[in-house]
């Protein structure tokens, strides 16, 4: 015992050494499995979290000294687990905790431990499902790992103890001395001192200043995040802290509402906070879980709701964050947020939890930060959830490129409506896999850089973007020499004018068809633009599709197209299956335009001919793009509206 | 045998099992754990892992040999024992852990039984290397006693 003792106050004296997080941090780890449990023990010894391990508390009563120094102690009983921590209860920092466990229900220790102890909880399991996971924080868990643990993930918790520290002194105590203030920091992270520093304050002084000495370089990264805590709360702007009091009345107002019902807003609503927004909460945890290093993870809680880094986040983050954004309803902090970003949450609010997908671009397409890659990322992401809106997109038939790319460029004309976006109906991600694709998200993370320019055609860069090849948006990148012509028409205010180039793009797409051909198209668009932008639109979208088939001859892309401009008018009752799968089936698409149901039908016998449903999908994007720009001073139930009809147009007669 | 060649026939083994997909990087990050401080931690742990598998797997049996299978408490086990495969790098134990669990969410009995077989077959082959391997380390590590007498 009193070696161990005598260790332990060797570590917090001597330093971690070349330790960059501080040693000696006393952990209670929790987990029914002998062999996690085992291993967990040997993570945190070899983290310097030195320690002892005490089977049970028979164990630790029989043999140890209560009041002895263990930094590191393992019990495969929650219920030991608890008794140990009530009776000890300064003697910890940090808790981890299985999730699965025989004896009680991981979550209600974490629960238990959380508020009865204020200590930092950190869950593990082997599963690692969102629901799971959103329950652990709903229960205020620090983290949420996953087995099997590495040790890179285990040498970062100390900055759950550190942050807490922190944030505890923050709410309990005005430290005007800074200095005390540092020295607090760096004393918690040495491993558990008490809030009332003031008794042994000459004691932790000497312990600090001398840890602060030999560790400063590995301090570095606590003092940065101490020092980038200290800038973020010394700014003006009101920052929510998550104190413990909003931890207690977030997880009341969460068992209140029940887990299923613990929709974020209304979690906001019952807590009644003010300027509290759902990031501070969800987004560090979900971060965790996706692969985003941990250390973005603490930047993120440290920097908490605020706007721009919530921008950066939402460009960096992956699929987590989407989930927590879908997850939230109507975005509280709606008001804070630029318009851009109003923009998105609405369109996340509007679009419920499967809205997040068509939010996540949104918000790339208002970030115009985000780089290709991250798009990617997002894009894979979003891709992942289906399409429940109730929306055009819905019933994406079997063309899972084209579901991808409906939604997209719905999603895409969304985010150019300026606020108020929240009727918007319009696609929400559509569930498709095949649309998690470098290509594809290339495009649309190109498509979606462009929406950032109103006027200019996203498409514009964003079809350049696309590779040429079989792949549908190929059809896109042939396309963009024409989009400029698109953005003077646009300022005709004729949708019509896009679809022109459109056509022309169409007919260099796929290099079926001859620019002769384009102008016919132009007549027909021009002809069958109205104000109604939506049918162009459309129409662009098919004509699109149409060049890129190999096997379509360039008189039906003609055709196709002018039918195209001519069925897009017509808008008729949508019907939410959008059988693309038709367009591979589909006729001859050199059927003449006829009334509107026939140019629908031949369009879409066109496109089912055409079987290109990479071509498809480059149409769509197209066709969302300029209805974005068409639509953009159309209410959006009127683009909603009209792309149902078009699409349902498509459908096969 | 020699030092070194019993190291030798160590390594190979260790190397073939990883090869073989039967250990994955998790038991690699284990084996750097083990070092003059904890010389038997690798041992510890295989041993701890072995005791509690059977312990699970025999557990299973039971209660898949019932009329009227709970398999919530059958998911319960495959849970943890996934989870302390997982912890120990045991890959192919984990991954029949993973297919046991979809059979008993559709509450597949027949598929349980199968995926338990799975498991145990898993197992044992594991097992068997794993008990090799602890006699290697025995070995030499009676031989660098030895050695350093």
Redesign the interface.
């Known amino acids: 015992m009193t070696v161990e003792e005598r260790k332990g106050h060797l570590m917090r004296e001597e330093g971690g050494q070349n330790d960059r997080f501080p040693v000696g941090m006393r952990v209670l780890a929790v987990d ?5 449990l ?3 023990e ?2 945190l ?2 983290c310097r979290y030195h320690g002892v391990k005490a089977e049970s508390v028979d164990l630790l009563k029989e043999g140890f000294n209560v009041d002895v120094f263990v930094p590191v102690t393992t019990t495969n009983q929650a219920t030991v687990a608890l008794k140990l921590l009530r009776e000890n209860r300064d003697k910890f920092d940090l808790v981890i905790s ?1 999730v ?1 466990m ?1 004896d009680m229900d991981g979550f209600k220790l974490l629960e238990l431990v959380g508020l009865e102890m204020d200590l930092p909880v950190i869950m593990l ?3 690692g499902e969102t629901k799971t996971v959103m329950k652990g924080i709903a229960h205020g868990a620090c983290d949420y790992l996953l ?5 890179e993930e285990l040498k970062n918790i100390w900055q759950h103890v550190v942050r807490r520290r922190k944030f505890s002194h923050k709410d309990y105590s005005n430290f005007d001395n800074g200095e005390e203030f540092e020295r607090h920091q760096i004393v918690s992270s040495e491993g558990g001192q008490d809030l009332n520093i003031s008794g042994s304050a000459n004691q932790n002084g000497k312990l600090s200043r001398k840890r602060k000495d030999q560790n400063e370089e590995d301090e570095d990264d606590c003092e940065e995040n101490v020092h980038e805590n200290e800038d973020l709360t010394t700014q003006k702007k009101p920052r929510v802290v998550w104190s413990i009091d909003l931890h207690r009345k977030f997880v009341a107002a969460v068992n209140q509402l029940g887990i299923d019902k613990a929709v974020p807003k209304r979690i906001l609503e019952l807590m009644n906070v003010e300027r509290l927004t759902r990031e501070n909460k969800y987004r560090l945890y979900l971060k965790r879980l996706s692969t985003v290093a941990s250390q973005q993870a603490n930047m993120v809680a440290t920097f908490g709701g605020s706007d721009p880094s919530y921008l950066h986040m939402s460009s960096l983050d992956g699929f987590g964050s989407l989930h927590v954004l879908a997850a939230s309803g109507h975005l509280p902090a709606l008001t804070s947020l630029q318009s851009s970003k109003v923009l998105d949450r609405a369109i996340t609010g509007g679009l419920g939890n499967h809205g997040f997908t068509s939010s996540r671009i949104v918000q790339v397409g208002h970030n115009n930060t985000s780089t290709p890659c991250n798009d990617l990322n997002r894009f894979q992401h979003i891709n992942l959830p289906g399409n429940q809106h109730g929306s055009l997109l819905q019933g994406i038939p079997t063309s899972l490129e084209l579901e991808q790319l409906q939604p997209r460029i719905i999603q895409e004309a969304n985010s150019q409506f300026p606020g108020g976006f929240s009727d918007n109906k319009l696609a929400t991600a559509t569930p498709g896999s095949s649309f998690v694709n470098g290509t594809n998200s290339s495009f649309i993370s190109q498509t979606l850089q462009q929406q950032a320019h109103p006027r200019r055609f996203i498409n514009h860069s964003s079809i350049r973007a696309t590779p040429r090849s079989t792949h549908p948006f190929h059809v896109g990148s042939e396309c963009s020499s024409h989009f400029p012509d698109l953005g003077r028409c646009r300022d005709t205010g004729k949708c019509a004018v896009p679809l022109p180039a459109y056509a022309t793009n169409t007919s260099s797409m796929g290099s079926f068809t001859t620019d002769d051909e384009c102008p016919k198209f132009k007549d027909n668009l021009t002809i069958s633009q109205r104000d109604n932008n939506i049918p162009t639109i459309s129409s662009t979208s098919f004509m699109a599709a149409p060049p890129r088939d190999p096997s379509i001859g360039r008189d039906r892309q003609c055709q196709a197209n002018s039918s195209i401009g001519r069925t897009m008018l017509l808008p008729t009752t949508m019907d939410r299956e959008m059988k693309f799968v038709n367009f591979s089936s589909a006729g001859n698409s050199k059927e003449r335009l006829e009334p509107k149901d026939g140019c629908l039908g031949s369009l879409s016998r066109l496109l089912t001919d055409l079987r290109c449903s990479n071509a498809l999908l480059g149409l769509f994007l197209i066709t969302s793009t300029i209805s974005y720009r068409a639509y953009s001073e159309k209410a959006s139930y009127k683009i909603e509206w009209d792309h149902r009809s078009t699409f349902s147009k498509l459908l096969p007669s | 045998m020699s030092l070194m060649a019993l190291r030798e026939q160590l390594n190979g083994l260790v190397n073939s099992m990883f090869l073989e997909g039967l250990l994955d990087d998790q038991f690699e990050q284990l084996q750097m754990l083990q070092d003059e401080s904890s010389p038997g931690f690798i041992a510890e742990l295989i041993t701890l892992f072995c005791g509690d598998s059977e312990r699970i797997l025999a557990e299973l049996t039971k209660l898949l040999d019932q009329a009227v299978v709970d398999y919530q408490k059958v998911d319960a086990f495959v849970h943890q024992l996934k989870g302390s495969s997982s912890s120990v790098g045991a890959q192919h134990v984990k991954l029949a852990c993973v297919q046991f669990r979809q059979f008993c969410e559709e509450h597949n009995k027949e598929g349980c039984l199968r995926a338990l077989n799975v498991v145990k077959h898993e197992y044992y082959l594991l097992r068997g290397k794993f008990d090799t391997m602890l006699q290697l380390e025995q070995r030499i590590q009676a031989y660098e006693s030895k050695q350093q007498i």
Do not use: E, G, Q
């Open positions: 029914d499995d002998p062999t996690c085992r291993v967990l040997a993570l010894l070899r299985d699965h025989p399991s082997v599963n087995k099997p643990v590495r040790i």
